[in-house]
């Protein structure tokens, strides 16, 4: 298969997190002043056309990324699929937040995932690669190097004390969180928190040492996107998170600054393994909720919905 796009080296990687460093000194943003219409933004549309527009209804990119800022963008990109397996997340969603960042004046967008299979195969076979691979400015890197992860501590732990994370999701101004929505065999559903897991060193002592639903929990208390946009373009509702199995197509784009909130609607957009859910029933969105990280009723949320 053509290995698209340029490929990023360590040294690349070490050169990129050394010019960053006087980006975090300002911090993260802080939208206290920004008015928040709607806490979910639901697009319908084809993945471009429904990212633009659900960034648009959010009151655009420019809210969370400012010009010379750093942006880190999180998709899954784990498995070496094609997007219509449904496991990964749609690259034309993942090219269309990188280049609006540009376009709101970031310095640079690093697209980041510790990949789960071959991180070359994964790159390649998602399509993220190729989809960015034209846009200056944006470089798509698998995180397979220890030394490329910091470890932090986790105040707020129910289980958790500490945690391995890569460095650049915890150092750039801006995160981003871009999951696709699947189907899980250990979570039931692989959506906004779960996929965080993929910032993280040690991904298997949260399926073989700690209990996974009190553990994503943690994870959520000291990794916060400022915004996430889960793909729900297609869902992979059975043989999840790898495939294959089968794959619906809701497609849709939901948008919102707080995860749990997203996950609790990206629940309900298909019927998974054939029954029906609601954020409630899923484990680790409960405890996530439980423990004030976010809203899980729905009918407790400022919803838009709309077309692209």
Known sequence: MKNFGRKI??????????????????????????????????????????????????????????????????????FPKAPEVGCNTHPLVVATVAQASLEAGAQQVLILDNTLN??????????????????????????????????????????LESVEVIKEALDSPVLISLPVAKSHSATGVSLG?????????????????????????????????????????????????????????PNLVIAGMNPVAVDSYGVTVAPWYGQNFKGRQVEHLLVAHQRGLG????????????KA
């Not at 928190?193 to 959520?220: C, P, T, V």
């Not at 809203?295 to 709309?306: A, T």
């Open 9 to 78: 080296t360590r040294r690349d990687f070490l050169k990129s997190a050394a010019m960053g460093t006087a980006l975090t000194l300002a911090g993260r943003p802080v939208f206290s002043n920004a008015k928040e219409e709607y806490d979910l933004v639901v697009i319908s549309g084809d993945p471009a056309a429904a990212t633009r527009k659900a960034l648009e209804v959010m009151g655009g990119i420019s809210r969370f990324v400012k010009k010379g800022q750093r942006v880190v963008l999180k998709p899954n990109m784990s």
């Open 118 to 159: 071959n991180p070359e195969l994964c790159l390649e076979r998602s399509g993220i690669r190729e989809a960015c691979r034209s846009i200056k400015g944006v470089h798509v890197i698998a995180v397979k190097d220890k030394k490329f992860f910091r470890e932090i501590k986790v105040p707020q732990g129910k289980i």
């Open 193 to 249: 928190l779960k996929g965080l897991m993929g910032l993280i060193w040690d991904r298997e002592s949260f399926h073989s040492k700690y209990n996974i639903n009190q553990a994503i929990a943690d994870l959520a208390t000291v990794i916060k996107p400022q915004l996430t946009l889960l793909d729900a373009t297609r869902a992979l509702v059975t043989g999840g998170p790898g495939g294959p199995g089968e794959v619906q197509k």
């Open 295 to 306: 809203k899980i009723d729905l009918d407790q949320l400022r919803i838009f919905k709309g």
